[in-house]
């Protein structure tokens, strides 16, 4: 197997989501990854229990989906031996990555201004709640405020006079890491071409405002957010219900065009040609959205599910199911394609696990290597700086490092 990253040393001060998903991706290309945990641990340890899920050495998905793909070193920052430990760490690092508030990075020396004066080759890349000069700059910052709340998407994508939507948790997180994966992969062309650092952040908040581009823009025209399905300007792409109670979207953005075929799926025969309906600009300009999106509505409904999307998929026009995860674990797109992977874990269970979507012809499926207890690599990783068994022992003994613990 190619590993893309091979030879790319990242230490990791992460906790959560966004920020360790970033590195547990560079691990799946073949960056050695280092995960520092002070004594009390990543709380992502036990997300288990807010993810309604088990979680245990044996069996600890809720943390695995952030840090596969790691080594662990639990390290009390907060002493001078630990800093000094921490500094030779960074020494021959490529990346920093952390989500750490920048006012606590500072009280143990590892800000951006510090790390650059001593190591001006370091990559420091960020995970921030906020942007770094607002008055919220060094507030706590989470997927559920910062991107999903203040960043526009619940009052944005919900269906007007309704409840926001209750999306899983992360689903914001999960973007922030892909977007940070890719800075640092654009910080690391840099480095190695010039041999100089680089800053590079990105914060929940304006990854949700850059996410919603269209909305953004729109917006200043006249559209209004939050939009209700009952009044789509363009009513093939649009939400409906079936005959046996399931929700379907469709998506034939070239209305003209596809108007008599999609009238003909939907046994609207008579609608053929209709003048009334079967030019999108007469739709909106004569406000007959609501209208047509009733008689499409009243079509769907006639119909279970797997018929609209069989009849659809054979006249190759855009139409899936709104898909829970239970249905997606039997999906053959996502098994076929390694969108999700069975793994057997520690427990004897075996689970399905998103893979990253990022794919390398030369590396193929990457490893997935499910996470360990904490401090479980401590010992091997101070071994390699030098340290000795005896020195190591000591250095516990005061408190500096931590061994495996359980949880």
């Given amino acids: 197997m190619n590993n893309i990253l091979e030879g790319v040393k990242v230490i990791d001060m992460t906790t959560f989501l966004a920020a360790p998903t970033v590195a547990r991706v560079l691990g799946e290309w073949g960056a050695d990854v280092i995960k520092i945990e002070s004594p009390k641990g990543d709380p992502g340890r036990t997300q288990g229990a807010v993810f309604n899920m088990h979680y245990a050495d044996d069996e600890n998905l809720g943390f695995d989906i952030s840090n596969m793909n790691k080594r662990f070193v639990t390290l009390n920052t907060k002493s001078s031996q630990g800093q000094e430990i921490m500094s030779q760490l960074l020494g021959d690092a490529n990346v920093f990555l952390t989500n750490i508030r920048t006012k606590s990075l500072a009280k143990m020396g590892l800000d951006y201004e510090t790390l650059h004066q001593k190591f001006p080759e370091l990559i420091f890349a960020q995970v921030l709640g906020y942007g770094e000069n607002g008055d919220k700059s060094d507030a706590a910052g989470f997927d559920a405020t910062c991107y999903m709340a203040r960043g526009g998407i619940l009052g944005t994508t919900m269906e007007k006079d309704e409840t926001p939507m209750n999306p899983s948790n992360g689903y914001g997180d999960f973007q922030v890491s892909m977007c940070l994966v890719a800075g640092i992969c654009g910080a690391l062309i840099k480095q190695f071409n010039r041999g100089e650092g680089e800053k590079v952040t990105v914060s929940l908040h304006h990854a949700a405002i850059f996410m919603q581009n269209v909305a953004m823009v729109s917006a200043q025209y006249g559209n209004e957010y939050p939009k209700t399905r009952k009044a ?88 899936e199911a709104c898909l829970t995860p239970n249905e997606i674990y039997k999906d053959e797109e996502a098994l076929k394609n390694d969108e999700l992977r069975q793994m057997k874990f520690p427990s004897g269970n075996r689970r399905f696990i998103p893979t990253n979507p990022i794919r390398f012809a030369s590396q193929g499926q990457p490893n997935l290597n499910v996470s360990k207890a904490q401090g479980t690599d401590t010992s091997q990783v101070l071994q390699e700086l030098g340290y000795t068994k005896g020195e190591i022992a000591q250095l516990y003994q005061d408190g500096v490092v931590g061994l495996k613990s359980h949880i």
């Avoid at 079936?242 to 008579?270: I, Q």
């Avoid at 797997?306 to 139409?319: G, I």
């Fill in 232 to 319: 789509i300007a363009n009513p093939f792409n649009n939400t409906y219900k079936t005959k046996d109670n399931r929700w379907l979207v469709m998506c034939v953005p070239v209305y003209d065009r596809d108007y008599n075929k999609v009238m003909t799926v939907l046994g609207r025969r008579d609608l053929v040609d209709d003048p009334k309906y079967n030019q999108i600009d007469n739709v909106n300009q004569q406000q007959l959205n609501q209208e047509f999106i009733d008689i499409l509505g009243n079509a769907f409904k006639k119909h279970d599910l797997n018929y609209w999307v069989k009849a659809f998929s054979e006249n190759d026009l855009p139409l």
